[in-house]
């Protein structure tokens, strides 16, 4: 089952935040490809291509300026080794849904919070490297084990200071190669933690929104702000809201089950039943039933 | 006649007591003390007197308030949109079947997901009118009966038409608690706050 949460926010308007939650159950011929079971890196494909698809529909609805935010990068990730064609065809599916936000003039962003791939690290490395470049030099990595983490927020002496954004860059890498013209990508560093406790994240932006100084302000800002709200532990409280919107908890899942479960017996399929040792293991422990607290 | 007013509905019960649970938002918030009835059929339905309110936190209200401010939107999006219900801890004072008022325990207690109405005035008044609950009130163990007793004649002055009400309410108590002082002492100290 693939489930997405949207949440959406007026800010100053003193309004509570409107969230919607959509599901899809994927059964039968759709949960194969090529005759195998679809891969767990195909479905989180489906998902993320669905919620940016939500994005775009919710942005033709709602007044403008409109700021949308993804968590993790906004290029597709996943099962590209896996099956190239498939990918290639969510990666076109993408870039409609990327047409369709930037002519609704959506500031539209990526919010990496903890980023992995040193790609300032790697700009200073080939800045390093004497010219012209070798192959050699190309795969030479001189400031191993230096993060972008920790060169834009330093303990004591982070480049950024708190609630400060770095320049822009182009994003440079195989996949992003996907991404040209208007929708290819960039990105910046910003500190949303504190001077004492500096948080830098990246936040990566489409060419639409890196090439307008009003759209990155604004984008600036309500990171910040929505970063404050949660305190002591900055993240976007969205973000926050969105997951929490789109959580399946355990106990939905087994309810879930237990309806096609159901649904299946009526139809007189076939159901596996639990281990013996699985279901013993299941029983409640002793408890007190509690009618008052 | 008042109309009924819906304030949540039943989270789990046993025989002497039941939690409720209602979302913030709601418009009629009941109030400590408040007498509440939940219809189970036609015929039957379960009084209650809420003796504790609860409002549990979790991970996110928690990491909120380390903010240096909460934006208003925030406050209605945990308030309206975010399942965190407020539970309200009921004491069972009666039940009703066949248009006959028992002030005794309910042959059968309510059911998970019962709606929970809060008493009109005129509800108030006709369950009141005899005192047998007060004896029900005084058996509970582990609530702060005083206060509960003292927040209900509150609300039952409020809509009693008769002015003896208060006065033989108080006897009742006396009579019941004769052979506990100190509890009898601690149920009027709270009463003197409440009647002036």
Not at chain 1, 11 to 28: K, M, R
Not at chain 1, 156 to 163: D, E, M, N, S
Not at chain 2, 53 to 59: E, K, L, S, V
């Amino acid at each position: 089952m693939i489930n997405i949460g949207a949440i959406w926010m007026h800010p100053q308007s003193g309004q509570a935040p409107s969230t919607e939650a959509e599901s899809q159950l994927i059964y039968g011929d759709d949960l194969l490809e090529e005759h195998t079971l679809i891969s767990e890196s195909a479905l989180s494909l489906k998902r993320d291509l669905r919620e940016r698809t939500k994005l775009a529909e919710l942005a033709e609805r709602l007044q403008k300026p409109l700021i949308a935010l993804t968590d993790g990068p906004i290029e597709l990730w996943g099962a590209k080794g896996e099956d190239a064609r498939a990918y290639a065809e969510f990666v076109r599916e993408h870039l409609h849904v990327l047409a369709r936000l930037q002519e609704q003039e959506v500031i539209l962003a990526g919010y990496v919070e903890k980023p992995f791939a040193n790609l300032m690290i790697r700009l200073l490395e080939l800045t390093m490297a004497p010219q012209p470049l070798r192959r050699e030099d190309l795969l030479a990595s001189p400031l191993r084990g230096v993060s972008d983490r920790w060169l834009f927020g330093e303990p004591g002496q982070p480049l950024l200071r708190a609630g400060e954004r770095s320049a822009v860059f182009g994003l440079q890498s195989a996949s992003s190669k996907n991404y040209r013209g208007v929708f290819s990508l960039h990105f910046f560093y910003l500190n949303v933690g504190f001077d004492q406790h500096p948080w830098p994240v990246r936040v990566e932006v489409p060419r639409w929104v890196a090439e307008d100084s009003r759209k990155l302000d604004l984008l600036h800002r309500a990171l910040v702000e929505q970063c404050r709200m949660m305190g002591s532990r900055p993240y976007p409280y969205l973000l926050h809201r969105a997951h929490e919107t789109a959580r399946v908890s355990a106990e939905e899942k087994r309810q879930i089950e237990a309806w096609l479960a159901l649904e299946l017996r009526r139809h007189d399929g076939e159901i596996d039943d639990l281990s013996h040792k699985q279901s013993a293991k299941q029983l409640a422990g002793r408890s007190r039933n509690r009618s008052e607290r | 006649m008042s109309q009924p007013i819906p304030i949540g509905r039943l989270l789990r019960a046993g025989t002497t007591a039941f939690v409720a649970g209602c979302r913030v938002n709601q418009g009629a918030l009941p109030s400590f003390g408040a007498l509440l009835r939940i219809p189970l059929e036609e015929s039957y339905q379960v009084y209650g007197l809420i003796y504790d309110i609860h409002i549990d936190d979790d991970g996110l209200v928690r990491q909120l308030v380390t903010a240096e401010s909460v934006a208003e939107e925030i406050v209605r999006d945990n308030r309206e949109r975010r399942i965190v219900p407020v539970e309200m801890s009921v004491l069972t004072v009666g039940y009703e079947q066949n248009g006959r008022l028992y002030h005794l325990l309910p042959p059968r207690p309510p059911l998970s997901l019962d709606m929970v109405y809060l008493c009109t005035p005129e509800e108030i008044v006709r369950f009141t009118e005899r005192l047998g609950y007060v004896r029900l009130l005084l058996q509970a163990s582990q609530i702060p009966i005083g206060e509960v007793i003292a927040a209900h004649f509150l609300q039952v002055q409020a809509a009693h038409p008769d002015p003896q009400w208060q006065e033989r309410a108080i006897h009742e108590i006396i009579t019941l608690l004769r052979d506990d002082y100190p509890r009898l002492m601690a149920v009027l100290s709270a009463l003197s706050e409440a009647i002036r």
